[in-house]
């Protein structure tokens, strides 16, 4: 018992010092808690268990609902944050290291309290709902997702016609993904490596698999630490925007002979397989910030190995045939969460705080089934907010400026 007193305690630090920081989610908590708006409804959500997410749970709580949490990822679990939810009344279900049925156990165990509304990372548990769970969702108001990769996954279920909810796309509100997706992934991902090699970034060649949001957030921060940048794109658009911002662009079978550090961060599967693996340099080193661990294809370089071995935490070490040594993160699950703490803390700030306003819109309005983009007025109030925190006075455009913008003629 003592131990799990300390585990509840170390968790309320971590916890207590993320809500130092999260101006805009705590004044939105502030405007809404006498109402106690989510009063009697359940909520059930599957995060990243760390301490933003829990000052997100507990705002959730603090304004009346019941909440159940599984985590999103083995290894991004935190289980001294887990504990003090847990203390706190929220039910979680998950654990570090949980194993693949373990997992999807604990989705279904999340999703028994019977949700009104559901917060998703990857839509596992609404992908869920839609087959072994479906007696729920006639009950279900809506639900949220948070990421690229699990709108993505909405998008195929709505053109095939099965999409029986409304949810809301948050991770496409510009409070979203032009600050966490950019600036939040870019300084993560910088962080897991870091804190999991220790290596120098400067002088290496750093090939960056995917330029969306989070791609270019890491390009950027890798350029600034001093890496040339390969950027690797199967879209024309987007391999001329990396170009434009100085980085190489190239096909991965290029790049693979080329680059030093790997990370991928397209959504989609096998970026980096036999034929790429077969060509690098003795000690490349390979991580992965795409959400699953299916990017970097681990089944190859299992059939290339001869013998791999721990070389330090969070590293496997892939020993091939001809001596050469590929060095994989975090098991190829996201790097940044799983060796390291996610996004700054600001930054989840934003993300939280659109969740929340969305839980709150979804409760007080009837969603039609499909994908739904974030309520414009909610988008802008989130940062609008986060300015008041910064001290930031916008400009006021006046009258005749507001007209002028409205006419068609000079």
């Excluded at 698999?209 to 024309?236: F, H, N, S, T």
Aim: net charge negative; aromatic share 4%; charged share 25%.
């Amino acid at each position: 018992m003592k131990q799990d007193k300390a585990l509840v305690e170390e968790g309320l630090k971590k916890i207590s010092w993320a809500w130092n920081f999260m101006p805009v989610l705590r004044s939105f908590e502030a405007e809404h808690v006498d109402k106690q708006p989510l009063k009697n409804k359940r909520i059930c959500t599957c995060l990243h268990l760390e301490a933003k997410t829990a000052c997100l749970l507990l705002t959730l709580k603090n304004l009346g609902a019941e909440v159940s949490a599984a985590g999103s990822n083995p290894l991004s679990t935190q289980d001294d944050v887990c504990a003090a939810l847990s203390a706190k009344g929220v039910r979680v279900y998950s654990k570090r290291g949980m194993s693949a049925r373990e997992y999807v156990a604990n989705l279904n165990k999340a999703l028994d309290i019977e949700p009104h509304i559901v917060i998703d990372d990857g839509a596992d548990l609404i992908a869920l709902l839609h087959t072994e769970r479906q007696e729920m969702l006639p009950n279900i108001r809506g639900a949220a997702e948070e990421t690229t990769t699990g709108i993505n996954r909405l998008k195929a279920m709505e053109s095939s016609g099965v999409l029986a909810l409304g949810v809301i796309a948050v991770n496409d509100a510009k409070s979203k993904f032009l600050f966490d997706n950019r600036y939040g992934t870019g300084q993560s991902v910088v962080d897991g490596i870091l804190r999991t090699t220790n290596v120098l970034i400067a002088g290496k060649v750093v090939v960056v698999a995917g330029y969306g949001w989070c791609g270019r957030g890491v390009a950027m921060r890798m350029q600034a630490l001093g890496a040339k940048v390969i950027v690797v794109e199967a879209d024309p658009h987007k391999a001329f925007e990396a170009v434009m911002d100085g980085h190489a662009a190239m096909s991965m079978k290029e790049a693979a002979l080329l680059g030093d550090l790997f990370l991928t961060l397209t959504g989609n599967r096998d970026v980096i397989r036999k034929e790429h693996f077969e060509i690098m340099k003795d000690g490349a080193i390979l991580g992965n910030a795409g959400h699953f661990d299916v990017e970097i294809n681990k089944k190859h370089l299992e059939e290339l190995a001869v013998d791999k071995t721990v070389s330090r935490e969070n590293i496997l070490t892939y020993i091939l045939k001809d001596g050469r040594k590929l060095h994989l993160l975090a098991e190829g699950r996201l790097v940044n969460l799983a060796a390291a703490d996610g996004h700054p803390i600001e930054i989840m700030d934003l993300s939280f705080s659109t969740q929340l306003l969305c839980a709150l819109h979804i409760n007080d309005n009837s969603l039609s089934a499909g994908v739904i983009p974030v309520p414009e007025d909610i988008d802008r109030l989130v940062v609008k907010r986060k300015l008041e925190t910064m001290g930031v006075t916008l400009e006021e455009m006046t009258e005749g400026q507001k007209d002028y913008l409205r006419s068609w003629r000079e």
